[in-house]
């Protein structure tokens, strides 16, 4: 619960907890929050404590004060000093504490975290120049919004101006507007040729696009829309065409079916009771005994195969009888 008490944004009277990750964004969040609360404080961290030192009005001279001698304004002036440190202890977390315990002076600490954090003139420099060529190349993609597109935009420009307290961000309209996809050539021409580029605010043109980008997203959905409803009406004539094919060629195969039945019936009653030929008759019957291995032609009075009666060696014993038959 007591840590809970401090946490950041619950009391003014803390300051702000360090990032070492956005060392840019905390230091200029920071310097915000000391300033509003004390202008000395924040003399104090960039310029150094203030001196115990006091104009002697005898001499006309300003000359070291001891303790002891110190007026009451000297003694709450030279408080400032420790107020400074303990507002950047304040920020810090034991890591850092243990970089910067040894520092004597509140500027002392601030330039430690600076060298540590944000490098020297030379990363310094080097940090600057790879910011600038990011300012340069930036692009805005056709897919990426105005809200995000302005939010890496703008921690450029932001860390170029904690970097180079020098850098102008008078061209930042004009560099935002050629950054935007060709999609938005209209919208750049309208705003080119109504306003002001060189009085224009970064954050009014910004409010502008945003209104237009709301419009681009109204319009692609009611495209979007249309184009579903279209396509949906297509499918469902397609689906009820197909249905109807398929009934009408249900409904013929079924007839097809029947009619062939009824064939079918018509010819098997005609084969049952129309009486055949005696050749046809007499053809199917000897097909019928060769299927059923009975076509083998065979003596009737030997049995012999391969000839009949009329060619039998034997028929000579019967010919008087056949002769008899013959008669009668």
Not at 238 to 261: C, G, H, I
Request: charged content about 35%.
């Amino acid at each position: 619960m007591e840590s809970e008490k401090y946490l950041e944004g619950q009391s003014m009277q803390r300051s702000l907890l360090f990032e070492s990750n956005g060392f840019i964004y905390w230091k200029n969040r920071f310097e915000t929050y000391v300033k509003s609360k004390d202008q000395d404080l924040w003399h104090v961290i960039t310029n150094g404590d203030f001196p115990p030192i006091q104009n002697n009005l005898e001499t006309k001279k300003d000359e070291i004060v001891p303790f002891h001698k110190q007026n009451d304004d000297l003694k709450k002036k030279l408080a400032k000093n420790n107020e400074a440190k303990m507002v950047i202890y304040n920020a810090l977390p034991r890591k850092e504490y243990e970089r910067i315990c040894i520092c004597q002076t509140a500027k002392e600490i601030w330039d430690t975290l600076l060298i540590t954090h944000q490098g020297n003139n030379q990363v310094k420099a080097n940090k600057i120049d790879l910011l600038v060529q990011q300012y340069e190349q930036f692009t805005i993609p056709e897919e990426k919004s105005i809200d995000n597109a302005f939010a890496k935009f703008n921690t450029i420009i932001t860390s170029l101006k904690a970097l180079d307290e020098g850098f102008y961000s008078k061209n930042c309209v004009r560099k935002f507007l050629r950054a935007l996809h060709p999609k938005w050539r209209a919208k750049v021409t309208a705003v080119e040729e109504s306003k002001n580029l060189t009085t224009l605010s970064l954050d009014e043109l910004i409010r502008n696009l945003k209104v237009y980008e709301e419009v681009i997203k109204k319009d692609s959905k009611t495209v979007k829309n249309k184009r579903e409803q279209s396509r949906s009406i297509a499918l469902k004539a397609r689906k009820e065409s197909s249905d109807d094919d398929s009934s009408t060629s249900d409904n013929e195969d079924e007839e097809y079916a029947m009619a062939v039945r009824d064939f079918k019936k018509f010819f098997k009653r005609r084969g049952r009771f129309v009486r055949q030929p005696h050749e046809e008759r007499k053809s199917f019957q000897r097909n019928k005994d060769d299927k059923n291995g009975k076509g083998e032609k065979k003596c009737f009075k030997c049995g012999y195969p391969n000839y009949l009666i009329g060619e039998c060696p034997k028929q000579s014993r019967y010919q008087n009888q056949k002769a008899f038959v013959g008669g009668s």
